[in-house]
């Protein structure tokens, strides 16, 4: 995310230093690939008016699938699996804001939404995790969508072995445990629209203590109006 977009959408508890955007070049790769090879390609600036860093070009050459997540389990789920990765994570941290926060998402569809014309209408697919994990044939349905043959899609694979993981590292070891450890897709016995944020909250200062937990608490609160601004949205 462009910083200067970040200190403007995103809420934060903890001074943040606005770090200077990269510079992303256009190199012209498809007009220089389809003339003479021994001609020098041009290289000029990258329109930019998305909240990314990325040129405009680039991300209206796909198809956009945003992947969301109910606040209450994706901000302890990150928390828990940073620390078990053995990352430098603290609420204190200038990133936390963004990390516990669903605002970068909706700035990316929104802006996707406000660039379509009739020449360019680019399709945004907004995906509840919930639906993608919970729903039968949802997964069908979105594939057929997307035009793609529903005989790839796995819903069961190995356990990845002891050897394979050996060399990963802590941080991907244990950000891919839960998948690693899986034979196939692990449906919720609750749906996630059913939970009882304020019960969830009181579970995370019980379980983190109050400093941490009301951190999270509040980054909870924040990030649910982008929730349902997106669950709205959603593919179905």
Same mark, same amino acid.
């Given at each position: 995310m462009d910083p200067k977009i970040v200190k403007r959408n995103i809420p934060s508890d903890v001074p943040r230093t606005v770090k200077s955007c990269p510079v992303v070049v256009d190199r012209n790769v498809s007009s220089s690939i389809a003339s003479d090879l021994h001609d020098s390609p041009t290289f000029s600036p990258a329109a930019r008016t998305n909240p990314t860093v990325l040129p405009d070009s680039f991300l209206k050459s796909m198809t956009p699938l945003i992947l969301f997540r109910h606040p209450a389990l994706m901000i302890p789920s990150f928390y828990r699996a940073a620390q078990k990765g053995k990352m430098e994570i603290s609420i204190y941290d200038e990133d936390w804001p963004?990390? &516990?926060? =669903?605002?970068? =998402?909706?700035?990316?569809?929104d802006w996707y939404v406000s660039n379509r014309t009739e020449e360019r209408a680019t399709p945004v697919i907004?995906?509840?995790?919930?639906?993608?994990?919970?729903?039968? /044939?949802?997964?069908?349905?979105?594939?057929?969508? =997307?035009?793609?043959? +529903?005989?790839?899609?796995?819903?069961?694979?190995?356990?990845?072995?002891?050897?394979?993981?050996?060399?990963?590292?802590?941080m991907v070891?244990?950000?891919?445990? $839960?998948?690693?450890?899986?034979? /196939?897709?692990?449906?919720?016995?609750r749906r996630d629209y059913e939970i009882d944020v $304020? &019960? +969830?909250? +009181?579970?995370?200062? &019980?379980?983190?203590?109050?400093e941490v937990g009301n951190s999270m608490a509040r980054y909870i609160d924040l990030a649910m109006g982008d929730y349902h601004y997106l669950r709205e949205r959603r593919f179905h």
């Amino acid at each position: 995310m462009d910083p200067k977009i970040v200190k403007r959408n995103i809420p934060s508890d903890v001074p943040r230093t606005v770090k200077s955007c990269p510079v992303v070049v256009d190199r012209n790769v498809s007009s220089s690939i389809a003339s003479d090879l021994h001609d020098s390609p041009t290289f000029s600036p990258a329109a930019r008016t998305n909240p990314t860093v990325l040129p405009d070009s680039f991300l209206k050459s796909m198809t956009p699938l945003i992947l969301f997540r109910h606040p209450a389990l994706m901000i302890p789920s990150f928390y828990r699996a940073a620390q078990k990765g053995k990352m430098e994570i603290s609420i204190y941290d200038e990133d936390w804001p963004l990390n &516990a926060s =669903l605002r970068w =998402l909706r700035l990316v569809y929104d802006w996707y939404v406000s660039n379509r014309t009739e020449e360019r209408a680019t399709p945004v697919i907004v995906i509840d995790s919930d639906d993608l994990i919970n729903s039968p /044939g949802f997964s069908s349905h979105l594939l057929a969508s =997307l035009g793609f043959d +529903e005989q790839h899609l796995l819903t069961s694979w190995e356990q990845k072995s002891e050897a394979y993981r050996a060399d990963k590292g802590y941080m991907v070891n244990s950000f891919k445990s $839960t998948l690693w450890d899986s034979k /196939g897709i692990i449906r919720s016995e609750r749906r996630d629209y059913e939970i009882d944020v $304020t &019960a +969830e909250q +009181e579970k995370l200062r &019980a379980e983190f203590g109050n400093e941490v937990g009301n951190s999270m608490a509040r980054y909870i609160d924040l990030a649910m109006g982008d929730y349902h601004y997106l669950r709205e949205r959603r593919f179905h």
